[in-house]
Protein backbone atom coordinates (compact mmCIF):
# COMPACT_ATOMS: atom_id res chain seq x y z
CA UNK A 1 0.00 0.00 0.00
CA UNK A 2 1.93 3.10 -0.62
CA UNK A 3 1.37 6.53 1.26
CA UNK A 4 -1.27 8.30 -0.59
CA UNK A 5 -3.36 5.62 -0.46
CA UNK A 6 -2.57 5.02 3.75
CA UNK A 7 -3.55 9.12 3.78
CA UNK A 8 -6.31 9.13 1.94
CA UNK A 9 -7.78 5.67 3.81
CA UNK A 10 -6.80 7.77 7.13
CA UNK A 11 -8.82 10.96 6.38
CA UNK A 12 -12.14 8.49 5.45
CA UNK A 13 -11.39 7.04 8.80
CA UNK A 14 -11.70 10.31 10.54
CA UNK A 15 -14.70 11.69 8.35
CA UNK A 16 -16.39 9.03 9.71
CA UNK A 17 -15.51 8.92 13.80
CA UNK A 18 -15.31 12.92 14.26
CA UNK A 19 -19.59 13.26 13.47
CA UNK A 20 -19.73 10.19 16.25
CA UNK A 21 -17.37 11.56 18.56
CA UNK A 22 -19.41 14.82 17.87
CA UNK A 23 -22.39 13.15 19.05
CA UNK A 24 -20.84 11.75 22.17
CA UNK A 25 -19.31 14.60 23.59
CA UNK A 26 -21.87 16.95 22.68
CA UNK A 27 -23.17 19.10 25.79
CA UNK A 28 -26.52 17.88 27.48
CA UNK A 29 -29.18 20.80 28.18
CA UNK A 30 -28.58 22.05 31.92
CA UNK A 31 -31.84 21.07 32.58
CA UNK A 32 -33.65 18.16 34.95
CA UNK A 33 -34.63 15.17 33.17
CA UNK A 34 -38.49 13.65 32.37
CA UNK A 35 -37.76 10.67 34.61
CA UNK A 36 -40.85 8.19 33.58
CA UNK A 37 -44.57 9.52 33.95
CA UNK A 38 -45.66 5.74 35.44
CA UNK A 39 -42.99 6.58 38.79
CA UNK A 40 -43.95 10.59 39.09
CA UNK A 41 -45.74 10.62 42.98
CA UNK A 42 -45.05 9.75 46.29
CA UNK A 43 -44.95 5.86 47.27
CA UNK A 44 -45.54 4.33 50.37
CA UNK A 45 -44.90 0.61 51.76
CA UNK A 46 -47.61 0.48 54.19
CA UNK A 47 -46.42 -2.71 55.41
CA UNK A 48 -43.51 -5.14 55.10
CA UNK A 49 -44.66 -9.05 54.66
CA UNK A 50 -43.74 -11.40 57.42
CA UNK A 51 -42.45 -8.49 59.27
CA UNK A 52 -42.78 -9.89 62.42
CA UNK A 53 -40.63 -12.79 61.80
CA UNK A 54 -37.55 -10.96 60.36
CA UNK A 55 -34.80 -9.94 62.36
CA UNK A 56 -34.68 -6.66 60.81
CA UNK A 57 -36.88 -4.90 58.22
CA UNK A 58 -36.95 -1.72 56.36
CA UNK A 59 -40.05 0.44 55.10
CA UNK A 60 -39.98 2.57 52.37
CA UNK A 61 -41.27 5.94 51.32
CA UNK A 62 -40.25 6.92 47.74
CA UNK A 63 -40.88 10.61 45.75
CA UNK A 64 -40.37 10.73 41.79
CA UNK A 65 -40.44 13.79 40.62
CA UNK A 66 -38.78 14.29 37.27
CA UNK A 67 -35.42 12.04 36.93
CA UNK A 68 -34.90 12.81 40.95
CA UNK A 69 -35.96 10.57 43.38
CA UNK A 70 -35.90 11.18 47.76
CA UNK A 71 -36.16 8.01 49.85
CA UNK A 72 -37.33 7.73 53.62
CA UNK A 73 -36.47 4.41 55.07
CA UNK A 74 -37.91 3.21 58.15
CA UNK A 75 -35.85 0.39 59.96
CA UNK A 76 -36.82 -1.79 62.65
CA UNK A 77 -34.37 -4.26 64.11
CA UNK A 78 -34.13 -6.28 66.93
CA UNK A 79 -30.50 -6.76 66.50
CA UNK A 80 -28.39 -3.49 67.71
CA UNK A 81 -26.15 -3.41 64.58
CA UNK A 82 -24.52 0.39 66.25
CA UNK A 83 -23.23 1.80 69.09
CA UNK A 84 -25.88 1.91 71.66
CA UNK A 85 -26.45 6.05 71.25
CA UNK A 86 -27.75 5.50 67.80
CA UNK A 87 -29.70 1.97 68.42
CA UNK A 88 -32.90 4.38 69.27
CA UNK A 89 -35.06 0.88 70.47
CA UNK A 90 -34.47 -0.55 67.08
CA UNK A 91 -36.29 1.85 65.26
CA UNK A 92 -34.55 4.68 63.30
CA UNK A 93 -34.66 6.75 59.64
CA UNK A 94 -32.44 7.18 57.49
CA UNK A 95 -32.76 9.52 53.94
CA UNK A 96 -31.30 9.41 50.68
CA UNK A 97 -31.60 11.40 47.51
CA UNK A 98 -30.19 11.17 43.73
CA UNK A 99 -31.55 10.38 40.47
CA UNK A 100 -33.11 7.38 38.85
CA UNK A 101 -33.34 5.64 35.53
CA UNK A 102 -35.70 2.91 34.43
CA UNK A 103 -34.27 0.24 31.55
CA UNK A 104 -36.63 -2.28 30.52
CA UNK A 105 -37.99 -3.59 33.84
CA UNK A 106 -35.32 -2.35 35.91
CA UNK A 107 -35.42 0.65 38.22
CA UNK A 108 -31.32 2.00 38.72
CA UNK A 109 -30.97 4.19 41.86
CA UNK A 110 -27.92 6.31 42.24
CA UNK A 111 -28.51 8.29 45.79
CA UNK A 112 -26.46 9.60 48.16
CA UNK A 113 -27.69 9.21 52.24
CA UNK A 114 -28.33 12.41 53.49
CA UNK A 115 -30.09 13.74 56.98
CA UNK A 116 -34.14 14.29 56.79
CA UNK A 117 -33.53 18.01 54.94
CA UNK A 118 -32.06 15.91 52.04
CA UNK A 119 -28.55 17.94 52.55
CA UNK A 120 -25.51 15.28 52.43
CA UNK A 121 -24.66 13.28 55.29
CA UNK A 122 -20.75 12.95 56.06
CA UNK A 123 -21.26 11.76 59.43
CA UNK A 124 -23.24 10.24 62.36
CA UNK A 125 -25.27 7.46 63.03
CA UNK A 126 -26.27 4.83 60.39
CA UNK A 127 -25.16 4.68 56.86
CA UNK A 128 -23.32 6.97 54.79
CA UNK A 129 -22.06 7.75 51.51
CA UNK A 130 -23.81 6.31 48.85
CA UNK A 131 -27.15 4.13 48.02
CA UNK A 132 -26.92 2.56 44.87
CA UNK A 133 -29.93 -0.18 44.32
CA UNK A 134 -31.33 -1.57 41.44
CA UNK A 135 -34.85 -3.14 41.47
CA UNK A 136 -36.41 -5.33 38.75
CA UNK A 137 -40.33 -3.95 38.40
CA UNK A 138 -42.22 -7.00 39.19
CA UNK A 139 -45.60 -5.24 38.70
CA UNK A 140 -47.00 -1.64 37.69
CA UNK A 141 -49.95 0.20 37.48
CA UNK A 142 -51.67 3.06 38.08
CA UNK A 143 -51.79 3.17 41.79
CA UNK A 144 -48.96 0.33 42.80
CA UNK A 145 -45.88 -0.29 42.08
CA UNK A 146 -44.15 -3.94 43.34
CA UNK A 147 -40.12 -3.71 42.92
CA UNK A 148 -37.72 -6.65 43.88
CA UNK A 149 -34.25 -5.64 45.63
CA UNK A 150 -31.57 -7.05 43.26
CA UNK A 151 -29.41 -7.48 46.22
CA UNK A 152 -31.29 -9.01 48.80
CA UNK A 153 -34.61 -10.30 46.25
CA UNK A 154 -36.96 -8.74 49.23
CA UNK A 155 -40.17 -6.87 47.47
CA UNK A 156 -41.35 -3.91 48.23
CA UNK A 157 -44.86 -3.29 47.69
CA UNK A 158 -45.78 0.43 47.16
CA UNK A 159 -48.93 2.22 47.14
CA UNK A 160 -49.30 5.70 45.22
CA UNK A 161 -50.25 8.31 47.85
CA UNK A 162 -49.79 11.57 45.39
CA UNK A 163 -49.34 11.53 41.83
CA UNK A 164 -46.76 14.76 40.72
CA UNK A 165 -46.53 16.10 37.24
CA UNK A 166 -43.02 16.54 36.05
CA UNK A 167 -41.90 20.18 36.01
CA UNK A 168 -38.39 19.79 34.57
CA UNK A 169 -35.92 22.66 36.34
CA UNK A 170 -33.13 24.61 35.74
CA UNK A 171 -29.87 22.53 37.15
Not at 21 to 40: T, V, W, Y
Not at 108 to 117: E, L, P, R, S, W
Request: proline content about 2%; charged content about 25%.
Amino acid sequence: MNKLHLAFRNCYILLFILPILHLACSLRPNIQGKGEDFMQGVWNEDSVAYSHKLSNYTQHHFKFTCDSVYIDMVTHSKVNFYEDSCYNNGIWKEYAKGVYRVKGDTLFIGATFTHANYKQKISGCYRIGRYDKNFLISKKSSDSLILESLSDQREIKLTLKEKITCVPKEL
